[in-house]
């Protein structure tokens, strides 16, 4: 971080946004391919060893939204359902990206068989103590939209257009919200501006 932690979580943010072309996008699902990885879990394993090498520590747990839709009865039912899953990984630089994806990718699988856990609960068994200047388990997190986007919805007479507003709060240390398009990855960094600087997060883009 570019300054020390506040004693208490400062929730004040900004985002810096950026694309990923459609070309690099292409050769990104390719090598999750090769490994029998997701497009998910190729950037987590990406992102994970850019944590690495940004912190220096090796056990890197990043948090994950998951639809939470498995089970039968809920599957088609209007609501918010999310829950949020926490991936751990041990990076070892001795080991290939390709293998590190690999652990990824079974920690991820993991995560899937434990999502209808509530987080709440898993907090309540792991951190007995509360730490109040950072958000628990984990303080920066993954989202990967690839559902198609809709832009536009029309409501009879009335026409819904999605609009983006700028966020100037923030959950977590760093939040990357990555959507998949026809024209590759666009990526939002959301990020504590009472931690980090925007040149810091423009270089880590």
């Known amino acids: 971080t570019d300054r020390i932690r506040p004693v208490t979580q400062d929730m004040s943010g900004s985002s810096y946004t950026f694309n990923i072309d459609s070309t690099t996008t292409a ?4 090598l999750g391919q090769q490994e029998g990885a997701t497009l998910f879990m190729t950037l987590l394993a990406a992102y994970k060893v850019l944590l690495y090498r940004y912190s ?3 056990d890197i747990t990043v948090g ?9 009865g809920i599957s088609g039912l209007i609501g918010f359902f999310v829950n949020t899953i926490a991936l751990r990984s041990s990076v070892d630089e001795n080991h290939s990206f390709e293998e590190f994806l690999r652990s990824v990718k079974q920690t991820t699988l993991s995560g899937y068989s434990y999502q209808e856990v ?3 609960k898993v907090v309540d068994q792991v951190e007995s103590i509360r730490d109040q200047s950072k958000s628990p388990i984990f303080q920066t997190m993954l989202t990967l939209q690839n559902n198609e986007a809709v832009n536009d919805v029309q409501l009879g ?3 819904i ?9 923030s959950k977590f240390d760093i939040s990357l919200e990555i959507g998949e398009s026809k024209d590759g990855l666009s990526v939002r960094i959301e990020y504590s501006t009472a931690l980090f600087n925007k040149e810091t997060i423009v270089r880590l883009g």
């Open 157 to 159: 007479a009335s026409k």
């Open 56 to 58: 220096g520590e090796s």
């Open 161 to 169: 257009t999605l609009v983006g507003l700028e966020s100037n709060t």
């Open 27 to 30: 050769r990104l699902k390719a």
């Open 118 to 120: 509530p987080f709440e």
């Open 64 to 72: 994950s939204p998951i639809a939470n839709r498995g089970t039968v």
